[in-house]
């Protein structure tokens, strides 16, 4: 009979004794799964450690050659043999090429999990991962949520743990237990492509975003039919290379990582988080795949994180093909899985395993690192329920794709568009207006939904939902086709039809040009220069001169640069990557149905050779007079307007010293001083006057939306202690140093003194 029983006998009774010390340090709760983690270790082999250590890509199970398929899958029974059964992959990943169905992922799953259960000594179950970035992005039909820019230009926690808990109910209802989000690299470099799946510049926002998002996809008990693990990526400074580029290198003091980029990882790792991918960039000339310092060290050692650290795509055959800090393959295997590494995602194959179980044969890695990763990986099984139902085949879920959840990504579309521009109060248009729409992103829901959207790139048309509406179907729907024209304007950086879109623009009352960037994702989001492609510049100034008031829509992750055309125009309208309602909550803004309330989550750059978040220091703002006049955005963090208008008045401290222990009560009086609801995103910013590190000029310390009624004022409350006024020193230890801050709220400032 097979080992399976014997596993399921150890799986399901409970035995106590004491956890050695090299063992992953569980909680009270978590003790009987380490007994039954021991129990099942115990009865593997090297080869079978070894496998759960591999990661596959789906693709590698199939037919024919990689992404080839359109609309069925066909597992090559050979590979299937050879990978899932004698190299008994723990894992696999990613999709075949196109969105599969909830029935489709089920057989699919369900394949790979009896395959694995019957066919493998132990018949461990396999744990299937995938990107679910904005809802559950794989699945067909699934609610395609906003992206998590916009997530963080609502600045709203709340749908960050929505969109999370929603995100884990589709993909359980697709039988996908591991989901690779949140992105939690603070992006701080304006061109990078992916900041449109990042929580933006911002190391608080990102903490905030990122563990509530994290709550809301694990749970309390991520084994729940509707909840799955969280894997944050990408561990650390991918987001933040020198120059923009994605998986380029990352040059940066120790300093800097710990005050601005770890953060978020820290408070996901309080969270509960269970699993971190690794950046496929190399820091301050070190590939993070062999940094131990930064895996066992800081990640596992000083943070405290008990749970599986896998690598990203292919990056383990990186550390030879394209860093070259190793010569060959099993030098790049050996010195990842000793920096820590616990899963090594290889797409194509199992090379990654053949080479380790060569390396511990020859004593080269010691076993009790191949122990330590593996009980990682079966913790992280346990948590996810694998042990006691594998698939959670029999579950219905009633909610997949309903009505609630796509109002709600409607609201949440809603929620973080951001109005930049609205001069002569130009905006809300008039909706007996006759409207020209054009420009590359008016008429596409591949624009709305960026990369990640069906299929990697999003760019692939024949797999959009049906029923979702583009910016021009949701003006014509909410005006009336009649009073609308069209035309397409441009392509993306060519494709010039601006002689049409000016002669229809005459016509008019009103021009929406809806510019915007290709969806992309990793390298082929890389860019060349950070202004909006010429060609979309040149339909904006074409139409600006035809004396016709233009709005411009921006659909987008990055803060293209926009200097010439925007004093052309009259109105300015953010819309990042707003999903597949997107198009609704655009024409709801421009319309007035919807008053918008996003703040941008990111500074929002004027040229392309000044690129600084807005938390720099005081010395990048010398300008060349030697004044303090040199930081000059277009727009600044947080900025957003309304259609209707906010006063903030009598900010007042609760005292104006504290001690190290006290809570400092920061209150304020909030006024809706306009004629409509409206919603502000009150930001609380603090300076720390003087440092022994020169400080930023100001950090963000806490965040709330307040919705408000016409002439409705409110009182808010904040509290500060002295830990969040720390800072990291230049010994690289968070302290707090007693001197003066100020505090920050709109145009109201306070002053205390810290002793
Ligand atoms: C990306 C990751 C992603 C992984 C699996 C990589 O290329 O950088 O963010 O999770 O692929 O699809």
């Not at 037919?63 to 008994?88: C, H, N």
């Not at 969105?99 to 018949?123: C, D, H, Y």
């Not at 004022?713 to 720390?726: C, E, G, M, P, R």
Request: proline fraction near 5%; charged fraction near 20%.
């Amino acid at each position: 009979m097979k080992l399976i029983i014997l596993i399921l006998a150890l799986v399901s009774s409970i035995l106590i004794s004491s956890c050695s010390t090299d063992k992953i340090e569980l909680s009270n709760s978590d003790k009987a799964v380490s007994e039954k983690i021991d129990s099942i270790l115990a009865l593997m082999t090297l080869e079978e450690k070894v496998g759960q250590m591999l990661n596959l890509g789906l693709p590698a199970l199939l037919t024919g050659p990689f992404y080839s398929y359109r609309d069925t899958l066909v597992f090559d029974s050979a590979k299937v043999q050879q990978l899932l059964v004698e190299y008994g992959a723990g894992s696999v990943q990613n999709l075949g090429s196109f969105p599969m169905t909830p029935k489709q992922w089920n057989q699919v799953i369900e394949f790979v999990q009896t395959t694995s259960k019957a066919k493998t000594r132990l018949g461990i179950p396999v744990l299937y991962g995938i990107d679910a970035v904005h809802g559950a992005n794989y699945t067909a039909g699934s609610v395609m949520f906003p992206h998590q820019i916009n997530l963080a230009a609502s600045f709203n926690t709340k749908a960050a743990e929505q969109v999370g808990a929603i995100t884990a109910y589709e993909l359980r209802a697709s039988h996908i237990p591991w989901n690779y989000a949140p992105v939690l690299d603070v992006a701080r470099h304006p061109m990078w492509g992916r900041i449109f799946e990042s929580f933006g510049e911002d190391a608080y926002v990102a903490s905030q975003l990122g563990a509530a998002y994290i709550r809301g996809q694990q749970g309390s008990d991520p084994s729940a039919n509707d909840k799955v693990l969280a894997c944050a990526k990408h561990f650390i400074g991918y987001g933040a290379s020198y120059n923009g580029k994605d998986r380029s290198p990352i040059l940066m003091s120790e300093n800097y990582i710990r005050q601005v980029l770890l953060p978020p990882f820290q408070e996901a790792i309080e969270n509960g988080l269970l699993s971190v991918m690794i950046s496929s960039g190399a820091l301050n000339g070190v590939p993070s795949h062999i940094d131990h310092f930064l895996i066992t060290g800081l990640l596992k050692g000083e943070l405290g994180f008990k749970g599986v650290v896998i690598t990203d795509w292919g990056d383990v055959d990186g550390l030879h093909a394209v860093h070259k800090v190793a010569a060959n393959e099993r030098e790049a295997v050996k010195l990842s899985v000793l920096a820590g590494i616990d899963i090594c995602m290889e797409p194509y194959d199992a090379s990654f395993a053949t080479h380790l179980i060569e390396l511990v044969k020859s004593g080269e890695v010691p076993m009790s690192r191949i122990d330590d990763a593996v009980r990682r990986v079966l913790y992280l099984k346990f948590k996810a329920g694998l042990f006691n139902n594998p698939s959670l085949y029999e579950v219905e879920y009633p909610n997949f794709a309903s009505k609630e959840t796509d109002s709600l990504n409607h609201q949440m579309a809603c929620q973080s568009i951001t109005l930049l521009k609205n001069e002569a109060s130009v905006l809300p248009l008039n909706k007996k207006s006759r409207i020209l729409v054009t420009g590359v992103s008016s008429n596409s829901i591949n624009y709305l939904n960026g990369g990640w959207s069906r299929t990697w790139s999003g760019q692939d048309t024949s797999y959009n939902d049906k029923g979702k509406l583009t910016i021009l179907q949701a003006v014509q729907q909410k005006i009336g086709s009649n009073q609308v024209c069209y035309a397409p304007g441009t392509g993306y950086v060519d494709g010039d039809f601006i002689n049409e879109a000016v002669a229809k623009a005459r016509p008019c009352d009103v021009i929406v040009a809806c510019v915007g960037e290709k969806p992309a994702t990793e390298k082929p989001s890389d860019i060349d220069e950070l202004d909006l492609p010429e060609i979309q510049q040149e339909l904006v100034l074409r139409l600006a001169e035809t004396g016709k008031p233009v709005i411009l829509v921006m659909v987008q992750g990055r803060p293209r640069i926009i200097r010439y055309i925007e004093p052309k125009v009259k109105g300015i309208v953010m819309a990042y990557l707003p999903g597949n309602e997107g198009g609704r909550a655009i024409a709801d803004v421009l319309f007035g149905d919807v008053n918008p309330s996003g703040k941008l989550p990111y500074t929002y750059p004027r040229n392309s050779g000044s690129l600084w978040a807005y938390d720099h220091q005081l010395s990048d703002e010398r300008d060349v007079n030697f004044g303090l006049a040199g930081f000059t955005p277009q727009y600044q963090f947080g900025f957003g307007l309304s259609y209707t208008t906010f006063e903030y008045s009598a900010l007042k401290l609760s005292s104006d010293s504290i001690s190290m222990t006290d809570t400092l009560k920061i209150q304020f009086e909030i006024k809706n001083s306009g004629t409509r609801n409206g919603t502000e995103v009150a930001l609380l910013f603090v300076s720390d006057e003087v440092a022994s590190i020169s400080p930023a000029v100001k950090q963000l310390k806490r965040f709330e939306r307040i919705d408000l009624n016409p002439q409705e004022s409110k009182s808010i409350d904040f509290f500060l202690t002295a830990s969040d006024l720390a800072f990291v020193n230049q010994q690289n230890q968070r302290i707090t140093e007693p001197g003066y801050f100020t505090i920050s709220l709109a145009d109201q400032k306070a002053r205390f003194k810290l002793y």
